[in-house]
């Protein structure tokens, strides 16, 4: 097996903000020891400092032939669903770095018989691929972006911090600020049942008419929907 692609995901669990989805392209004719070596810190995103995954994002840019970074946001994940959005991103990316000869493999989700490469689902895979836990980096890292960015619209929120995640500090944000026009409003993600919310939000977004920032939002949403980056 010369040619191994890994998909994985960051955010599929948030409050608020997009869901990405990265895949990454090795050639494993190609990568050197030194590569190894520069790669051996790779695990689950999750698992790693701020620092380190952005350590590692220039070096997982360095060694794939090819990578895909696609993002779907809070409006999508609202009207599709998100486990349904969660494996369109992952089908997308794979796709995007897929070549004749290649094994996907995707951090335990079954993508569909229909998926047209040759794919296996690992579970725990971002822990034993390191194709996998390649693009756990680049999601993770390109969502973390994304959100700092958001943070300086919605400070309220101290979105730069937990990113989007269900932290107490962000249950206490909602609950005084309410939501943004950032957070997903179905309630589809585990994490909204610990706050307690049966259906009804504790308060609409303002409409943009009356929220200036809710543009500039908006903006960042629409760049960050579809695909990102496909760089080989």
């Known amino acids: 097996m ?3 692609a890994g998909a994985d995901e960051a955010g599929r669990g948030c409050l608020a903000g997009p869901l990405v989805a990265a895949a990454v392209l090795f050639d ?6 030194r590569d190894v070596r520069a790669l051996g810190r790779l ?7 701020e620092e380190c995954r952005e350590e590692l994002y220039p070096i997982v840019m360095r060694t794939a ?3 895909s970074v696609v993002s779907r946001c809070a ?17 997308e990316s794979l796709a995007r770095v897929a070549r004749p000869g290649v094994m ?11 998926f047209p490469w040759p794919l296996r689902a690992v579970v725990d895979g971002d822990t034993k691929s390191a194709a996998i836990a390649a693009a756990s980096i680049l999601a ?3 969502r973390d972006r994304f959100m700092r960015r958001a ?14 995640y269900s932290t107490p500090e962000h249950r206490d944000a909602i609950r005084r600020l309410g939501v943004s026009p950032l957070h997903r409003m179905s309630f589809q993600s585990l994490a909204y049942q610990q706050l307690g919310f049966d259906s009804d939000p504790l308060c609409e977004p303002l409409p943009p008419e009356l929220d200036p920032a809710a543009l500039e939002v908006a903006r960042l949403e629409d760049a960050s929907e579809g695909v990102l980056q496909v760089v080989e």
């Open 75 to 91: 409006r999508r994940i609202d009207t599709r669903g998100l486990h349904r959005t969660n494996l369109d991103a992952l089908r």
């Open 2 to 4: 010369r040619w191994v």
């Open 140 to 142: 993770k890292v390109t």
């Open 65 to 67: 032939v090819k990578v």
């Open 28 to 33: 494993l004719e190609r990568i050197t020891p």
């Open 151 to 164: 943070d300086a619209l919605y400070p309220g929120w101290d979105f730069a911090s937990h990113v989007g």
């Open 104 to 114: 996907c493999l995707s951090d335990g989700f079954p993508l569909g018989k229909d």
């Open 43 to 49: 695990n689950d995103s999750k698992q790693c400092t």
